[in-house]
């Protein structure tokens, strides 16, 4: 091996390695952040799929009715959701918005107007901005690059109107945590507002919040795979089946004729929050 091929091999190794030793639960927090992207990615999948089918397109049929398969009942935003939720007035001056944002523990709070109406966010970076152009005495020239100078006429605001990002990214209540977490996650936002239809501030919705109704434990999966084993298999077959779940992977494991084998398992790997499923299912 020579030098160039021994510094690549090294390289590898190290961007394989934690930067730091993992901290007790480090192990199973990376297993739940890989199991909340993938939750994100169907929900992803599901919404261009919707998105992109022909108004008056047909819906593949299945070749079972899907009635006959329970599904789990989709966890809602207003499930999740913080309330009350913190804000400010489009009127508050700078200063009195750092103070709300250090009493209130947050980041980033939705600003509203007189009808409690979210018209944008304030966040520390905001406020950082503010100050980072104060201090630095720098001052865009009459050519200055359009973005530049954008910044420059925000960080001179002294209220909250005019320090925040508008228009406000915002969810319904009524909207799935499925759709909520797609929408963090392209936005990369930590914290949502919740709205009625007019508007009107109703909660906040945090990212780990969304994380946690995503990502079941292995209990309630097990839950939810023998309900559908119930669905798929004769009575006769899914007593013979048994399933064991551990972070997320689920094992099937018994004597059923191989038709519904394979029915059983496209079922489980349909299971939004399924890492994998090992088939040891053998034909009867």
């Known amino acids: 091996m020579n030098t160039h091929e021994t510094f690549s091999a090294g390289g590898d ?3 394989n390695l934690p930067s730091r030793p993992w901290s007790p639960g480090e192990a199973g927090r990376q297993d739940m952040l890989v199991r909340y992207l993938g939750a994100v990615a169907t ?6 799929a919707v998105t992109e089918r022909p108004p008056h397109a047909p819906v593949e049929e299945t070749p079972w009715p899907a009635a006959q398969i329970p599904e789990a009942p989709l966890p809602l935003v207003r499930d999740v959701m913080e309330v009350p939720a913190a ?3 489009d009127d508050l001056p700078f200063r009195e918005i750092a103070r709300l944002l250090a009493r209130e523990h947050v980041g980033a709070v939705p600003v509203v107007d007189d009808g409690d109406r979210v018209v944008g966010v304030v ?7 503010k100050v980072a152009f104060e201090a630095s005495g720098h001052r865009p020239g009459r050519v200055g690059r359009l973005r530049e100078r954008r910044l420059h006429g925000k960080a001179r605001g002294e209220t909250a109107a005019d320090l925040m990002t508008s228009p406000a990214i915002t969810v319904l209540p009524g909207s799935t945590v499925a759709e909520a977490a797609w929408l963090a996650a392209l936005s990369r936002l930590k914290r949502i507002p919740v709205t009625d239809h007019q508007g009107r501030l109703v909660g906040v919705v945090r990212r780990e919040a ?5 990502i079941r434990d292995d ?8 309900g559908r084993i119930e669905a798929v298999c004769s009575p006769g077959d899914w007593k013979a089946v048994e399933v064991t779940v551990h972070d997320g992977i689920v094992e099937l494991t018994g004597r059923v004729p191989s038709a519904t084998g394979a029915r059983l398992v496209a079922e489980v790997e349909q299971i939004a929050d399924v890492v994998e499923v090992k088939n040891l299912l053998t034909a009867a």
């Open 210 to 214: 969304l994380l946690q109704a995503l």
């Open 87 to 89: 804000s400010l007035r």
């Open 13 to 15: 190794a190290r961007r």
């Open 123 to 129: 966040s520390e970076s905001d406020l950082l901005a």
């Open 43 to 48: 929900a992803a999948a599901t919404h261009a």
């Open 219 to 226: 209990a309630g999966i097990r839950a939810e795979v023998e």
